[in-house]
């Protein structure tokens, strides 16, 4: 949601522009349609949950497995957007079915009760993902590449039968992505324009002031902006759950849906588990967040 | 909740503006123009609590991404200063003044002129006490300007004159433009400060009209009083004017005196040098070997022949008088540790020899009776000298062996 309103898809910013005439904004009206930052997730998530307490919701419908906030859809969602092997997905569902996430009545939303957790659920997914990750490759900092390297040797000597995950190549993969994503999302950032054609003014003495700005504001925009060189961009594009898309019909390898577990595994009384023991938990402190 | 995550306003435009930073100093100047058009918004009405005084910043960046910029014209810059003058009253003198600078270094000379007279009349309330300064910054370059225009109606004036034209127009106007540029200059140069241009265009103006004592009243003001800051420049106009006017020795020497202190390696040493040799008194002498001693230590100095010769000279009429030798072994003390390397040295005995042998002639004579007639540099030279029959290496030679007794006492 955050994301769709830095992106421009949903009116947050300048939203007074939409109103009709009989609106007029004036005084202290100004103050709260004036936006001068973006919503945090946080405050976000607070807000909505005072709002539903305040209107008093009754207990919201109930989030069952083929729900999209469920932990089991969302984390099939964060593989796939980290280019993650789909096979990842079984050992998601077994963590969330062992520690009893995936029930309706601890996922449900029922406003003003203290006493149920208040879910978050995009961060509970993606910590399942972490747990899993960490579950298979213990990621201290030494084992997942040892593996990894295992992973390496095995696909040079064999050709066929389908490519084991490498940890190490996956990882140069996303990183670069992220890193290019990164870039072009922080110069986004710093290009953002926050006015508009129809600028706010607190008193009918002030609106000429105030258009006379805006009218030189416009002019050196376009001043400088024929000297910027290239064409002005395209229109935004249209709004995307994912941000990092992969397909597997590129044939740099760069796709690791269809890349195999097989090489971290071990079978154990017709189960499969991790041929990794150990889980390193590397916090100071458990968390004391109820 | 992590309040220092939230992307704000003030925020989004300190990291826009670190983009046009880290353009403009790679020279990228289309993405410097990119991300100010983006910057610009941050002169609208901001309603947060914290002011972030972005118009000066618009007006130095738009200045200088316009100043590279290949696509931008003379025309786009002049209409974007207007802007920019409109934005901050406080700048506004400032602004013109710059402008006009801009303007002159492109040529626009009569656009400047109308810049600064425009500026000169802008009145604002208690503005236009508090940028005083810059007024009288503007009034001084239009007087400079009307300088300009006085010297260029001087130059025609003094070409029909030759061709037999009597010009009344011209002469008027010339006469006009040297009241108005002299009443700017005048008041500016009266402010403690570094006015070099302006103080030559006033005595020149003062001297064409036979002002010469305001013209010196000015010059020994600009040289000598303690408010202004030292300023070698001010001594040579001072000197240049006195040599014109044909002054006498003294005052001449003592207009050289201070800037022998400030810039012993004045250009106008030798000059200085060559008077105090002259002089009479026992004391100028001694002053001016120690001018020409101290020019000789700087590196820019060290194949100036004259300069050498100056020295060589007045070492030579020392030696030949037996009185004060001392003067020499003083001089000398200071110097004897470093002197040898740096001006004396087999490799530049070589070097002169081949570059110029003047140069190595006259070295060699300070060189035989600094450091003896068995020292590198006058041995080499020497017996170059005399191998190819050179006349005057013959009497160096003789000169140097028959005052070794000289060279004794200096050394010992």
């Known amino acids: ?290 | 909740s992590s309040h220092e995550h939230k992307l704000t306003f003030k925020k989004s435009k300190e990291v826009c503006l670190s983009y046009i930073q880290d353009a403009m100093l790679q020279k990228q100047w289309k993405r410097a123009a990119e991300f100010l058009t983006f910057y610009i918004e941050s002169l609208e009405k901001d309603f947060s609590t914290e002011y972030m005084g972005p118009s000066e910043m618009i007006w130095r960046i738009g200045t200088e991404i316009l100043c590279h910029h290949s696509h931008s014209s003379m025309k786009e810059f002049n209409s974007f200063i207007e802007q920019m003058k409109t934005l901050g009253v406080k700048r506004y003198l400032k602004v013109c003044l710059e402008h006009a600078f801009h303007l002159l270094c492109n040529g626009l000379i009569d656009e400047a002129y109308q810049n600064l007279s425009l500026a000169e009349s802008w009145r604002f309330g208690e503005q236009t006490a508090i940028q005083d300064k810059e007024m009288k910054l503007i009034q001084a370059y239009r007087g400079l300007l009307d300088y300009y225009s006085w010297s260029k109606q001087k130059t025609i004036l003094l070409e029909h004159g030759q061709d037999g034209f009597e010009d009344l127009s011209v002469e008027q106007e010339m006469h006009s433009c040297f009241r108005k540029a002299a009443v700017n200059l005048r008041e500016i140069i009266k402010i403690p400060g570094v006015w070099d241009l302006f103080v030559k265009c006033y005595v020149d103006l003062l001297e064409f009209y036979g002002d010469h004592n305001e013209a010196r009243q000015v010059l020994n003001e600009y040289a000598y009083n303690s408010k202004f800051p030292a300023n070698p420049n001010a001594h040579v106009y001072l000197y240049q004017f006195l040599k014109r006017h044909g002054e006498s020795k003294k005052s001449l020497i003592s207009a050289l005196k201070i800037l022998h202190d400030i810039v012993p390696s004045h250009e106008l040493m030798i000059d200085f040098n060559m008077m105090l040799q002259k002089s009479k008194k026992r004391k100028k002498r001694r002053l001016g070997l120690e001018v020409i001693f101290a020019a000789l230590d700087y590196a820019g100095w060290k194949e100036n022949v004259k300069a050498w010769s100056c020295l060589a000279r007045q070492v030579k009429q020392i030696v030949n008088s037996e009185k004060h030798l001392d003067w020499i072994k003083q001089e000398w003390n200071s110097r004897k540790d470093w002197w040898p390397a740096f001006h004396f040295s087999r490799y530049l005995a070589k070097r002169n020899w081949q570059d110029n042998e003047s140069l190595s002639c006259e070295k060699a004579l300070v060189a035989g009776i600094l450091l003896g007639k068995d020292c590198k540099y006058f041995k080499y030279v020497s017996h170059q000298g005399c191998k190819a029959r050179v006349k005057r290496f013959r009497i160096l030679k003789k000169f140097v062996n028959k005052h070794n007794p000289a060279y004794l006492r200096i050394s010992g």
């Open chain 1, 1 to 290: 949601l955050c994301r769709f309103v830095v992106e421009g898809h949903i009116p947050y910013l300048n939203v007074f522009q939409h109103f009709p005439e009989k609106m007029k904004l004036c005084g202290l009206d100004l103050k709260i349609f004036c936006v001068e930052s973006w919503p945090v997730y946080e405050e976000v998530y607070n807000k909505m949950l005072e709002l539903a307490a305040f209107l008093d919701l009754p207990r919201f419908p109930d989030i069952t497995d083929s729900c999209f906030l469920h932990p089991d859809m969302l984390c099939m969602k964060y593989l796939m957007e980290a280019n993650l092997p789909d096979e990842l997905h079984n050992w998601t569902c077994r963590v969330v079915k062992k520690i009893c996430i995936g029930e309706a009545d601890f996922l449900t939303l029922v406003p003003g009760n203290k006493s149920t957790r208040n879910v978050k659920y995009d961060v509970l997914a993606a910590a399942v993902i972490v747990v899993v990750l960490k579950l298979l490759f213990l990621l201290d900092d030494h084992y997942e590449w040892l593996l990894s390297d295992f992973a390496e040797e095995r696909n040079k000597n064999n050709k066929e039968g389908g490519s084991y995950f490498e940890f190490k190549k996956w990882y140069k993969v996303i990183k670069c992505s992220l890193d290019v994503e990164q870039k072009r999302l922080d110069e986004e950032k710093a290009k953002y324009l926050w006015r508009c054609e129809k600028p706010l003014f607190y008193s009918a003495k002030k609106k000429s002031k105030v258009l006379k700005r805006r009218q030189m504001v416009v002019n050196l925009q376009n001043q400088f902006g024929k000297l910027s060189g290239s064409a002005q961009p395209a229109e935004k594009p249209n709004p995307s759950s994912f941000q990092l898309s992969w397909s597997e019909e590129n044939t740099d390898g760069s796709c690791f849906y269809g890349h195999s577990l097989k090489g971290i595994l071990q079978e154990k009384c017709g189960l499969l588990t991790a041929m990794n023991p150990d889980y390193w938990l590397c916090t100071v402190k458990l968390c004391t967040e109820k």
